[in-house]
């Protein structure tokens, strides 16, 4: 891990424990239109923009059904959730933090999630100065499984992704890593891990934790 210069985090479900929440306000959300969703059908979205989620939801649904306007709806209903409970950050998350402090290593957020709420997230858990800069889905043509994002972060650092590293929980995460040449280790939050993911990771690991010792024993 000496090659390293720059790590990436992704954002929900990586950094903090944010999927299962999204679930809860999207459940919401399709029910006022008259949905029961099941936690199985959002699966097929963890990871992507809105509008790729729309794409894949279009295809299950069909493009006129009036559950895509969950789309619409969600964020403020997770607003509110995470008014009444709080944000939690995953464990490991502010000792892996310290370790590429001392480590002199880049570190960067690449999400999915709109410029607004990586903002909000990252000052509602008080870490908003611990990272070098942050790209948004809303930023990028394309997003997560196309490598757009991390692409725009290896440009906005300087580096090569030889020398770059992408933290990740999702399958579409990782097909954009692998597709922009990254090395990506995975973190499972919602998904086991496949056999596909366990070929195309770099490493799986169960924590944040881990990937502190990892580079810290560099």
Known sequence: MEQVKLVIFDMDGLLFDTERTFFRAFQRSAKKLGYDFSFETYLKVVGVTDETGKQIFAEIYGEDSSILHAFDLYHAEFDKIIEEEGLAIKPGAERLLDVLDDK?????????????????????????????FYVSGDEVENGKPSPDIFLEALRRAGEKAGNALVLEDSFHGLQAAVSANIRCIIIPDLIEPSDEMHRQAFQIYTNLGEVARLINEK
């Open 104 to 132: 002199g290593i880049k570190k960067c957020i690449a999400s999915s999630s709109p410029i607004k709420v990586i903002e909000r997230n990252l000052k509602l858990s008080g870490i908003q100065d611990r990272f070098d």
